[in-house]
């Protein structure tokens, strides 16, 4: 490979460094152990070792050791298609608890102000001593991007199928450090995990643990794509091998879609059903009714109660006849804002429920796509332009101009009233349903 990470063990003797660099047009990725390559906690001390002695090896990898009156760790650096394999064997000298056994890289040299593009990094440890733990491998990688240069520890599924003394972690350190190891501690959260360097494994004299993962290091990889670099390594390391082992869910897209229409309709209760002089009509709410914390789940933040909030609101957007009916249909913490704007627009859900059910000959599908079309098409105008989001309760219609996001806006927005107008010219043009669109 023309960027193929080049291996060099540097500094004086007794105190090697690993330097791994891979050069491209956007200048070199470097990883680099900076003489703290491997973090160890034995007995409850935390300490870093660097090498004593390195050999390079007939593939281009390197053979390297460490020792201190603790650990003997012997470390073997592999070449691979696109990635180097790191497999780290430590043997224990004396009888010892074994609470951490960590590799680490600082990289691309870069400066404390830099400020690499973190592509992976799923969890960022909030607090000091927090590491990701990947539970089969939910957590599989920590990979950072600054421009051409590409850096990333994965984890290695292998190893993680055989017994392992704690669980394997990857730990992000700013601005660019990165670990791969293992170590003792308890689940902070789901895929986080506390480090507790008084627990740990008791290791007899000369008993072994064994750490394994992969690196990959690329100064040509596309802006803003390395992530698909070492997804590429992951599947052909370790995806491709077990095919044959996976039991792919795949359903054809109308199963998708009768799933989703039937937990949006029937599950999720999101549909708002509403009552105007023109007939039934309705629409998808855009925020999901209140639910009950599950038992055992952590109470949710404070917060204004949604009356509280709504009021200002109101004050603004809806005339004040409306606002008591408005307010005591939102007491059960349900909003019932049903948009036609840029960022959700039940113009576009009623054209693909239109779609799907002239494909099916779904009579209710079809009838709830022509609800929606009846709801937009009741929504006052005023000069050509006409409110972007439904506010009112079920018998009492109330209309907002626009929205920001969710919250409510008093001006009309050319992007929303453009997203209804295109999607009330398709579903006019494309699948026959009210005419009258096309006149709005």
Not at 248 to 268: E, G, S, V
Not at 357 to 368: H, I, N, S, T
């Amino acid at each position: 490979m023309p960027d193929a990470p080049q291996i060099a063990f540097v500094g004086k003797p007794d105190t090697l460094s690993q330097r791994i660099t891979a050069g491209g047009a956007s200048g070199t990725a470097a990883l680099s152990g900076e003489g703290r390559d491997l973090r160890l906690v034995v007995d409850g001390r935390a300490r870093h070792l660097a090498y004593r002695s390195a050999r390079p090896l007939p593939d281009g990898g390197y053979e390297a050791l460490a020792e201190d009156e603790n650990v003997h760790v012997e470390t073997t650096i592999t070449p691979g298609d696109g990635f180097l394999s790191v497999v780290s064997r430590l043997t224990a000298l004396r009888p010892l608890r074994l609470s951490g056994f960590e590799h680490a890289y600082h990289a691309f040299d870069l400066g404390r102000r830099d400020n690499p593009a973190h592509l992976w990094l799923p969890l960022i440890p909030g607090k000091a001593g927090h590491a990701l733990a990947p539970d089969a491998l939910g957590t599989p990688c920590i990979a950072l991007q600054s421009e051409g240069r590409l850096a990333a520890l994965l984890g290695d599924v292998d190893a993680l199928e055989g017994d392992q003394p704690f669980p394997p972690i990857l730990a992000y350190e700013r601005p660019a450090t990165l670990r791969a190891g293992y170590a003792a501690g308890r689940a902070a959260a789901p895929g986080l995990l506390e480090r507790r360097p008084a627990e740990g494994t008791l290791l007899p004299d000369h008993d072994v643990a064994t750490l394994s993962f992969l690196i990959v290091l690329s100064g040509e990889a596309e802006p803003h794509a390395g992530l698909g670099r070492v997804l590429r390594v992951a599947w052909s390391r370790f995806g491709s091998s077990r095919l044959d082992d996976l039991a792919l869910q795949t359903l054809p897209l109308d199963d998708y879609a009768r799933y989703a229409y039937d937990a949006a309709f029937d599950r999720y209760g999101l549909w708002r059903d509403v009552f105007i002089e023109e007939g039934p009509a309705g629409a998808f709410a855009v925020a999901a009714p209140h639910r009950e914390p599950r038992e055992g789940a952590a109470p949710p933040s404070p917060r204004r109660p949604w009356p509280t909030r709504l009021r200002s609101a109101l004050a603004r957007h809806v005339p004040w006849r409306e606002r008591a009916s408005l307010l005591r249909a939102s007491a059960d913490r349900a909003l019932n804002h049903l948009h036609f704007g840029a960022g959700a627009n039940a113009l576009r859900t009623a054209y693909g429920m239109a779609h799907f059910a002239e494909r099916w000959g779904d009579e209710k599908l079809m009838g709830a796509a022509r609800e929606i079309v009846r709801l937009a098409l009741a929504a006052p105008e005023s000069k050509g332009l006409f409110p972007a989001v439904y506010t009112g309760a079920p018998d009492r219609p109330a209309w907002a101009t626009g929205a920001r996001g969710t919250r409510l806006d008093d001006r009309y927005g050319v992007a929303d009233l453009s997203e209804s107008g295109l999607w009330m010219i398709r579903l006019a043009g494309d699948l026959g349903l009210d005419e009258a669109m096309l006149d709005r």
